[in-house]
């Protein structure tokens, strides 16, 4: 689900901003069952009620890919303007094979994520992890 070269800073962002998800639901880095908790809450959508399936024509590039990504971020803010809450899964790729079996995907087809939706739970952890300011990760070229 990524890269087998992620680096820094990808790799230091992805691990500080998962562990401070996980701890906020009360997964301790050093918990031995932490794999198989983290693997639970997210095979459980977090709790939603709803999986949506977001799939690709398997000849589509990386520009459709790019849409695809621009479209769901547009489902997930209409979610929102309707008093729903969302989370998109790439973990679901990971279990392709059975998603498609359940949904009745073919192979014409390829999973590009899952996104669980759902209200928002009263007195859950409000999880708000760091981001790297936009000078780190944005250039301006030309001005």
């Known amino acids: 689900m990524y890269p087998a070269e992620l680096t820094s800073p990808y790799l230091d962002r992805f691990s500080a ?3 401070q ?5 009360g997964i301790e880095r050093d918990d031995p069952d932490r794999p198989m908790k983290i693997a639970a809450l997210n095979s459980e959508g977090f709790g939603a009620p709803v999986v949506l399936f977001c799939y690709l024509d398997r000849t589509m ?8 990504g621009m479209y769901l971020q547009t489902v997930m803010l209409l979610l929102r303007a309707e008093g729903l809450h969302s989370c998109p899964q790439v973990m679901w790729t990971m279990y392709r ?7 009745g995907a073919d192979d014409r087809f390829v999973l590009f994520c899952g996104v669980s939706v759902g209200f928002e739970k009263e007195g859950a952890p409000q999880i708000r992890t ?3 300011d936009m000078t780190e990760t944005v250039s301006f070229i030309g001005v």
Do not use: C, E, I
């Open 97 to 103: 094979k059975t998603v498609s079996q359940t949904v």
């Open 61 to 68: 590039g990386p520009g459709q890919w790019g849409d695809a």
């Open 130 to 132: 760091g981001r790297a």
């Open 17 to 19: 901003a998962a562990a």
């Open 21 to 25: 998800r996980y701890k906020a639901l």
